[in-house]
């Protein structure tokens, strides 16, 4: 019903940036909160910055300072500005959301496919 599609992933050197994006389509929806999560090769998924609907924002410790989650409601997207780029945050990233569909309010909390980044050194 609700499909969720990041892009921007890459390659970098460390010490560089990229801009995640995560865009929210398909049945109408309200949207509580969004998210990035991500998962290196042989870790299991971990969470690093979420945003509610008001505003409020947590980050992982390992990106505070580094990262920055915001979003554009009108166009139901979440961004992730990732900077000072380092190799262990080599990963796959995901955004998810908790959403509720707006002719049922089903609750619902969809996960998207997941963008590589990879960081050299």
């Known amino acids: 019903q609700v499909q969720l599609v990041e892009s921007g992933g890459g390659l970098v050197q460390a010490g560089g940036s990229l801009r995640l994006s995560c865009a929210a389509s398909?049945?109408?929806?309200?949207?509580?909160?969004m998210g990035w999560y991500r998962q290196a090769p042989g870790k299991q998924r971990e969470l690093v910055a979420t945003?509610?609907?008001?505003?409020?924002?947590n980050y992982a410790d390992s990106v505070k300072g580094r990262f920055t989650i915001s979003r554009d409601s009108a166009k139901d997207t979440v961004y992730l500005q990732m900077n000072s780029l380092k190799p262990e945050d080599t990963a796959v990233y995901y955004c998810?959301?908790?959403?509720?569909?707006?002719?049922?309010?089903?609750?619902?909390?969809?996960w998207g496919q997941g963008t590589q980044v990879t960081v050299s050194s």
């Open positions: 398909g049945s109408r929806f309200i949207i509580n909160a």
């Open positions: 945003i509610t609907n008001g505003g409020r924002i």
């Open positions: 998810n959301a908790d959403l509720s569909v707006r002719a049922t309010m089903t609750p619902l909390r969809p």
